[in-house]
């Protein structure tokens, strides 16, 4: 007999969990050419990434020294 409602309300707040946010306008609307959209802007694929080349092979033990705990 409790089983019944229990089993309604957790089904609607598991539901309810799945209900996005609204979409921005610019999505919702893509055909209407009065909505507001953000300018478009070159950013490079490289940006922010390192170099990471080969170096010379260094003394293992000074490099276990200095990322060891310090005395």
Do not use: F, H
């Amino acid at each position: 007999m409790i089983a019944r409602p229990l089993l309604l309300a957790t089904l609607a707040i598991g539901l309810g969990a799945c209900v996005g946010k609204p979409l921005p306008d610019y999505l919702a609307r893509p055909a209407d050419p009065s909505v507001k959209v953000p300018a478009p802007a070159y950013q490079s694929v490289t940006a922010g990434s390192t170099a990471l080349r080969p170096t010379e092979p260094k003394d293992w033990r000074e490099l276990n020294r200095r990322v060891g705990p310090q005395p």
